[in-house]
């Protein structure tokens, strides 16, 4: 089996990548909490004093479903028409992400190398790692991932990384 990777990272693996991390971001405990909470005042406020019935409980907590949904549709709004924007304009300006790349790996870690400088981490050196539809990201912490398409690995390959990731106690995320 091929060790070496060889791929360049497009503008749609950017954005895949990009998509799926923003995702992850939204699913985390702590935006939901803050969100839950946010509802749970709102609703709270908007039917102080209590004394005027059931009739302004009920329109407070729909005002506050509206505002949830708003939240929703923006949310879905951000990741459909501004993200991908966003990410061309990002992609554009980083020309170190456009150049030829390998990931040479092996059982102790990966070798990370483009023309303009090299990376080499041991597989424990990751926090966690996670095979999307379009890509395997490997996370050396919450915010900074390294993206290997899909395009460019066999499902021998991936299988590889994922066992030598695991093997080394690293969680998917």
Request: hydrophobic residues 45%; charged residues 20%.
């Amino acid at each position: 089996m091929e060790r070496r990777i060889a791929y360049t990272i497009s503008e749609a693996d950017y954005l895949s990548g990009t998509r799926r991390y923003t995702w992850r971001a939204y699913r985390k405990r702590g935006p939901l909490i803050a969100l839950a909470v946010v509802w749970v005042i709102y609703v709270f406020i908007a039917t102080w004093p209590w004394d005027r019935g059931w009739l302004r409980f009920g329109i407070g907590a729909g005002i506050a479903t509206v505002v949830t949904v708003l939240i929703a549709v923006g949310i879905v709004l951000t990741n459909r028409l501004i993200m991908p924007r966003r990410v061309r304009r990002l992609y554009a300006q980083h020309r170190q992400l456009q150049l030829p790349q390998t990931a040479t790996r092996d059982d102790t870690g990966i070798a990370l190398a483009s023309d303009t400088g090299s990376n080499r981490l041991a597989w424990a050196d990751f926090s966690k790692w996670d095979d999307s539809g379009d890509g395997l990201m490997l996370y050396a912490n919450d915010i900074l991932y390294y993206l290997v398409p899909h395009r460019a690995t066999s499902a021998e390959q991936r299988a590889d990384i994922i066992a030598l990731l695991t093997a080394a106690g690293v969680p998917n995320a």
